[in-house]
């Protein structure tokens, strides 16, 4: 029988309690990196577009950082800035559809307003800086505060909308009475996600995402009964996904993004569809209101709520879903998306 000294017995007890930790560590990251039970390949990002202003210009990207609050492009927050009148009370498309051809691009940490032969810079610090606050307020009179970006901006936004504006930068210093929370009643036959979030100036979630294929569909529709044919900016969607069928967004729960759906990619959870206003008859090439056969109209047809939704989103068609965020991370074009569906759609 060989007896072990003592420092081979401490280098045998070393290899052994190595070999424990090192199983134990691969282990451990298999388990971590393997793909969770319920993800299905869906399809991929076919376009990404930030809206640096509420109601503005639609800029598509390549590439999006998305976190609790929103997107982000570079130095591009998704509805950082927001037009209102001089009380703080905000303007949209509804009813200021020209509003959609104001382009902002902030990079080098300066704002870049455009408007037909218009153009208006400053420096976001300098907004920052001078810390004129303006009591903004958004849907149903909730505060929602802004850095005033000053004159020359205001004469641009009023040239704009044809009256006097002012436009005010986000920032979360700033007070923001608008957490939403989630409403048992959006969703017809699976329990809504409890959720409270404070987002930028969006309508109310952080992120909205669409699909080719009902867009496709719509389009079919209005074409063959005399409307336009629309695009995916005219919906305002960050997210637009290719690949999946028409309307499978009525059914997300969750969505990753990634080679593959392990923990700590890129997640977003869908938690509403998203109800449509005049919004979306405004001509993102000209700002001008499509009168005959709007798209608004025609999604009307076939795209109303029924049942509890009906009563939480009111007679408004609803195409896209609204979503607010898991996992912080980047999403890119060409991206694959992964999906847990619901057990049912809504």
């Known amino acids: 029988m060989t007896v072990l000294n003592r420092s081979d017995a401490a280098l ?79 303007f949209t498309g509804r009813g200021k559809p020209m509003l959609n051809q104001i382009g902002v691009d902030v990079y080098d940490g300066v704002a870049h307003l455009t408007f037909k032969d218009e153009k208006v810079e400053f420096r976001i610090d300098d907004v920052k800086n001078n810390n004129a606050v303006l009591n903004a307020t958004m849907f149903f009179q909730k505060r929602h505060d802004g850095f005033d970006c000053g004159e020359e901006a205001a004469k641009l936004v009023t040239k704009c909308i044809g009256e006097p504006g002012r436009l005010v930068l986000y920032s979360p210093e700033l007070y923001n009475g608008r957490e939403v929370t989630t409403n048992p009643k959006w969703w017809n036959n699976n329990p809504v996600p409890h959720r409270k979030t404070k987002a930028r100036y969006t309508n109310l979630t952080p992120h909205m995402l669409s699909t080719q294929a009902s867009l496709d569909t719509l389009n079919d529709f209005s074409k063959r009964t005399g409307g336009d044919e629309l695009t995916n900016i005219q919906f305002r969607a960050n997210i637009v996904i290719e690949g999946c069928p028409a309307w499978d967004e009525d059914k997300w729960d969750t969505l990753r993004f990634g080679p593959q759906p392990i923990k700590g990619v890129t997640e977003i959870q869908c938690i509403k569809p998203c109800e449509r206003c005049l919004e979306i008859d405004a001509d993102p090439n000209t700002g001008i209101r499509m009168k005959e056969d709007a798209p608004l109209a025609k999604l009307k047809e076939f795209r109303m709520p029924i049942g509890n939704m009906l009563e939480s989103l009111g007679r408004h068609p609803i195409f896209g879903v609204q979503a607010a965020q898991n996992v912080n991370g980047f999403v890119h074009v060409g991206q694959t998306v992964w999906a847990k569906y619901k057990p049912a759609a809504f």
């Open 12 to 90: 045998l007890a070393s290899c052994v309690g190595g070999s424990i930790l090192s199983y134990n560590a691969i282990k451990a990251l298999y388990n971590y990196l393997k793909p969770e039970p319920g993800w299905v390949p869906i399809g991929r990002i076919k376009e990404l577009y930030i809206f640096p202003l509420k109601s503005g210009k639609g800029k598509p990207v390549f590439s999006l950082y998305c976190n609790e609050t929103g997107c982000f492009e570079n130095e591009n927050g998704d509805r950082m800035f927001m037009a209102t009148d001089p009380s703080g009370h905000f």
